[in-house]
């Protein structure tokens, strides 16, 4: 086969699969431009900078750093996710180009009867240990969605900080193979160096796997955690209503048993043209029943939200915050109760956040709202903020210490509404310093 022809193979398999690797991170990640033209242009350019550095032979950790280094930042002007998500994303595809390449020579080494060095050394074998690792990949590429689903995927990129020491191994895996020792491709001896380098590559791959999946059962018992702790506000906030109910039906037994000398009251005070005091009677009653309908609020039909907002509220009470609150949940919403509560639940803690820094003596105030419209769920909410906001990219600049979780916060909300087919949309309105942030959900009628 001349080297032509295979130049112009292996042109046409790395771009199939950047084409195919886009089109994959296009549905897991944000996108800043149109997808089919940034697919198009990016793959060529990731195409031509990989033929550039494989035909000219350039040493080969050093081509992988530098092909690592390109796809950062292309993917980093390409899509609007957190950097922790892009790297984490390169770390992915540098291990499976360095592993699979590796073994393919080594596979090679033994089939040819020939070192890995001999092979190497001619530029055709070169290249074409390059096509084969390629056909690999795209193999593993299609196959990819049935080891690690889409959703299964984004739950992982939403929960990096808790799977800071797996990511750690598999960045430390990477940099072992980039900085092991090529000075076995000189060996002419296939058994001292060959069947220790398949071996250590096999290991390797295996161990990355295992991390794999470790990360997919970590965050489905992280999720069977949260699900769990949901139960229990669940069932806290039921016996907290049973209580409360038990306690007003006795209020208001005793109201009815008292109710006719009440009336008895009034009336003879009335006869006696004594108002004042009637009027004082009929206050007493109307400030007894607002404390029962105040203390007994619903907030919302679903009862996980209608807990997160109830504590909302009584933060807001205690730190003298206008609250407002009205959120119908439909039950055809294409939401879990925990995708629900994070939405709710990180709104609630950002509107909150934000209020209490605001001075004492400024309106200080929260809106949540959510009707249906249009087969769309709406979910609406306003809070008012001390004016200090930084907007960068379309992206809330947080000043909170913690940023990283911070942002996490904020992009856990935009990937569950994402997930289901939704948008997620913010305003600011500076004058008025007011902050406002809108949810739009198709509705599942399955």
Do not use: W
């Not at 299609?142 to 808790?162: G, S, T, W």
């Not at 009336?267 to 400030?287: C, H, M, R, V």
């Not at 439909?330 to 709104?347: A, M, V, W």
Request: net charge positive.
């Amino acid at each position: 086969m001349s080297e032509q022809l295979i130049q112009l193979i292996l042109f046409i398999l790395i771009y199939i699969y950047n084409v195919c690797q886009l089109n994959y991170f296009n549905k897991l990640l944000t996108t800043r431009f149109s997808s089919r033209m940034m697919i198009i242009f990016l793959s060529l350019f990731l195409t031509l900078v990989s033929m550039f550095l494989i035909t000219y032979k350039i040493f080969i950790p050093l081509t992988y750093f530098i092909l690592s280094i390109v796809l950062y930042f292309s993917l980093r002007l390409c899509f609007t996710d957190l950097k922790s998500v892009i790297f984490i994303i390169c770390i992915n595809i540098v291990f499976q180009l360095v592993l699979t390449r590796d073994i393919v020579i080594g596979v090679s080494s033994l089939i040819t009867n020939q070192s890995m060095y001999t092979l190497v050394q001619d530029k055709g074998n070169y290249m074409l240990s390059f096509c084969v690792s390629r056909i690999i990949v795209l193999f593993i590429l299609f196959n990819f969605n049935k080891l690690l689903p889409l959703d299964v995927a984004k739950k992982i990129l939403m929960n990096i900080p808790i799977l800071k020491f797996t990511i750690l191994v598999k960045g430390t895996l990477v940099i072992l193979m980039l900085n092991s020792n090529y000075i076995d491709f000189y060996s002419a001896n296939i058994k001292t160096a060959t069947i220790p380098l398949l071996m250590n590559r096999v290991i390797i791959g295996l161990c990355y796997y295992f991390l794999l999946f470790t990360q997919i059962q970590q965050i489905k018992f992280k999720e069977v955690e949260l699900n769990n702790k949901l139960i229990s506000l669940q069932l806290e906030h039921q016996e907290e209503l049973y209580k409360k109910r038990d306690h007003y039906a006795e209020i208001l037994r005793m109201y009815n048993h008292d109710f006719k000398s009440v009336l008895t009251n009034i009336s003879y005070f009335l006869d006696q043209g004594d108002i004042p005091k009637a009027q004082e009677i009929l206050k007493t009653i109307d400030s007894d029943i607002k404390v029962i309908v105040t203390e007994n609020q619903c907030y919302s039909n679903r009862l996980i939200v209608d807990v997160i907002l109830n504590s909302l509220s009584e933060r807001c009470k205690q730190a003298n915050i206008e609250f407002n609150a009205e959120c119908s949940i439909p039950d055809h919403l294409s939401l879990s109760d925990l995708s629900l509560s994070r939405i709710f639940g990180n709104l609630a803690n950002n509107a909150y956040e934000a209020c209490i820094r605001q001075d004492e003596q400024e309106m200080r105030k929260i809106i949540f709202k959510s009707y249906i419209k249009d087969d769309f769920f709406i979910l609406y909410t306003q809070n008012s903020f001390n004016g200090e906001i930084i907007i960068e990219q379309n992206k809330i600049r947080t000043t909170k210490r913690n940023k990283k979780q911070h942002g996490v916060g904020i992009e856990s909300i935009k990937n569950i509404v994402e997930s289901a087919n939704g948008i997620a949309l913010f305003d600011v309105n500076e004058e008025k310093n007011m902050f406002r942030f809108y949810i739009k959900i198709p509705l599942s009628h399955e």
